[in-house]
């Protein structure tokens, strides 16, 4: 089964630092990897895709095969970045890790 | 694009009765839809998939009988929760997929059921 873990439960960052939220995959192969992001009171939504490479948000994340991860990177956290993100392989989804950015 | 609803979005229900929860895309047809429970403060967890037309692929530990889903329309899903207990009670969220992502999944806002 295609799993991922997301170590950190919680992540408090100050406005303006850089955030990392880690995510690393144990299966072999070739993932299809995503990160979804969960805003208060508001709907599941696609944040990011590893096959598109694209920045959303200012939000980025690299495939690194050799560590098997997929952290999703931002270099200035903003307040309206505190949610809950994902990382999630096909059908499944990581534990999730709650981001709170303080002013 | 690629709006998903679910309808109610909250239900109050009493202890051996059933309830229907229905999931609908809006402006795409959804040959997948899929089927999560989210306990509080909790990740998702996948309870089945539905595919239009056909039977619904359970998740093992989710029980068919329990849960019916039907995916009668290519943009209608729906799970109906059969002889409600408390335990049932969760927030379920549903997410389809466009057919040109496989996995790129779109969600609605998710249902709150309670059962007393």
């Known amino acids: 089964a295609q799993r991922v873990t997301q170590p950190e439960k919680l992540l408090s960052v100050f406005k303006g630092a850089p955030v990392e939220l880690k995510c690393n995959y144990s299966?072999?192969?070739?993932?299809?990897l995503f990160w979804y992001v969960q805003y208060s009171r508001q709907r599941l939504q696609l944040l990011l895709r590893?096959?598109s490479r694209e920045s959303i948000k200012g939000f980025t994340a690299d495939l690194n095969k050799g560590e098997t991860s997929f952290h999703l990177k931002k270099p200035f956290a903003q307040e309206e970045d505190s949610a809950m993100y994902y990382c999630?392989?096909?059908?499944?989804f990581g534990a999730g890790t709650t981001v709170t950015v303080r002013a | 694009g690629a709006v998903v609803s679910q309808h109610p979005s909250r239900v109050i229900c009493k202890s051996g009765t059933s309830v229907k929860i229905e999931c609908r895309s809006l402006d795409f047809q959804a040959t997948t839809m899929f089927w999560y429970r989210q306990f509080p403060k909790k990740s998702l967890m996948l309870m089945a998939t539905s595919n239009e037309g056909s039977k619904a692929t359970y998740e093992q530990g989710v029980e068919k009988d329990k849960f019916l889903i039907n995916h009668a329309s290519l943009t209608l899903s729906t799970l109906t929760v059969t002889s409600a207990h408390p335990e049932d009670s969760s927030f379920y969220i549903c997410?389809?997929?466009?057919?040109?992502?496989?996995?790129?999944?779109?969600f609605g806002p998710g249902t709150r059921l309670t059962v007393t």
């Open positions: 997410s389809a997929v466009t057919g040109h992502s496989s996995y790129e999944q779109y």
């Open positions: 999630a392989p096909p059908l499944s």
């Open positions: 590893h096959i």
């Open positions: 299966y072999s192969g070739s993932p299809e």
